[in-house]
């Protein structure tokens, strides 16, 4: 590889696997906190229609703690796709840098080269769906 080394590839990869789950655990407790803000707001008419004042309060100020969570973790959930984007283009662009490859010469539809990224893509994959 010219533009990359193995290890920038790895390194990359690690990079937008922990940014790709970081992206998903954001949006799983966005997720969750919306089911947590239907059932407060639920809870709010419960105790307005009982006319449970210090209630209502009570829930009314967690349903709007728990929506300045979720904008936290929006944010957080943005940034991150945002740098998994960033990323991803630069690996892009880098890739599209290196040389054409010479075409491998095929016998009978089968290929005599062997495929050299073949284990490292293998091993890249293997620790990737470990660490998943």
């Not at 906190?33 to 209630?55: F, H, M, P, V």
């Not at 040389?99 to 009978?108: I, M, R, V």
Request: one cysteine or more; hydrophobic letters at 30%.
């Amino acid at each position: 590889m010219a533009g990359m080394t193995d290890s920038q590839v790895v390194q990359y990869a690690t990079e937008l696997r922990d940014l790709l789950i970081s992206h998903e655990k954001g949006n799983s407790q966005i997720t969750a906190l919306e089911s947590y803000i239907q059932c407060q707001s639920q809870q709010t008419l419960n105790s307005t229609l009982q006319d449970s004042k210090s209630r209502t309060i009570h829930h009314l100020t967690k349903k709007s703690v728990a929506n300045g969570i979720k904008r936290v973790y929006q944010q957080v959930s943005t940034n991150k796709w945002k740098k998994v984007t960033e990323l991803s283009a630069h690996v892009i662009q880098q890739l599209d840098q290196q040389p054409e490859l010479p075409p491998s010469t095929t016998s009978a539809g089968r290929s005599t080269d062997m495929d050299e990224m073949a284990p490292l893509t293998t091993q890249s994959f293997c620790e990737l769906y470990r660490s998943a």
